[in-house]
């Protein structure tokens, strides 16, 4: 009996030992291999709103904050936050203020259930990325909203939402963050600045004569808006009007002119105006 008791308290012992030694060494190892953390990086990680959608250009928000305290970035980049966030980022690294340009989601599409023509009927899974892989989907034109919400699913703030086959940003909801525009298979979502005001809501660089049959409010390229802009900011080119922003002084000619109403002048807070 007593050699079964001295025998278990060795054991004990033993592993004891063992235990208290590895805790040594794991706090040693601990000191001599830690990596130190700049406080400047925690102090700009937590300043930003931890939306990781890249709009900065880096990866996530502790890309961003390391690039910002190594004096690697601009402190204007992080689009979601916007001038307040910016700020404080400012003061925490002790560099000047720089104003953020925001920006909002833009479906450039108006081929909803009523203007767009259908190539076929789609019972397949109900998401944009499934219904692109069967032809480019069910509408005629391939080159529109595919109106099954991915953007919709993909919005962290609830500011998308799918009517009558066509999606629509509140643009009183969005960010900026871009996770919309990512998702978007047929990149029919862009991220304007929100100083815009007009707008070619058409992606379709088919002749007119196609896009006619596919799309009631498609661009035709007929030039009209090119002709009436007294600023010269409209060109078309591969049958699609496109705005120069720099140039536009919002006169609003072009969009009385578009005879397919696919330019718009925007608001931004949530309605075009037609």
Known sequence: MTIIMN?????????????LLCSVM???????MSVKVDEKVELVREALPGANCGACGF?????????????????NLCTPGGDAVSRKISSILSVDFEDVIEQIAVVHCTGDDAARHLKMEYDGIG????????????????????????????????AICIENGLAHVDTRKCTG??????????????????????????????KGAIVRGKC???????????????????????NLARIEY??????????????????????FSGIFKA
Do not use: W
């Open 127 to 158: 998401t944009c990325v499934a219904a692109k892989q069967l032809y480019g989907g069910r509408n005629a034109c391939v080159y529109g909203c595919l109106g099954f919400g991915d953007c919709a699913a993909a919005c962290p703030n609830g």
């Open 59 to 75: 990866s996530g928000c502790d890309g961003y904050a390391a690039e910002l305290a190594a004096g690697d970035a601009k402190t």
């Open 26 to 32: 794991l706090a040693v190892a601990s000191k001599l």
């Open 7 to 19: 025998t278990i308290a060795m054991a004990i012992t033993t592993v004891t030992a063992l235990g």
């Open 177 to 206: 963050c871009g996770l919309c525009a990512k998702s978007c298979p047929n990149n029919v979502i862009f991220m304007e600045d929100d100083t815009i005001t007009t707008v070619v809501l058409c992606r379709n660089v088919e």
């Open 246 to 267: 720099e140039k536009c002084e919002s006169c609003g000619k072009c969009v009385e002119a578009c005879v397919t109403k696919c330019v718009r002048q925007a608001n």
């Open 216 to 238: 009631s409010h498609g661009c035709i390229g007929c030039g009209i808006c090119a002709r009436e802009c007294p600023a010269g900011a409209i060109v078309v080119a591969d």
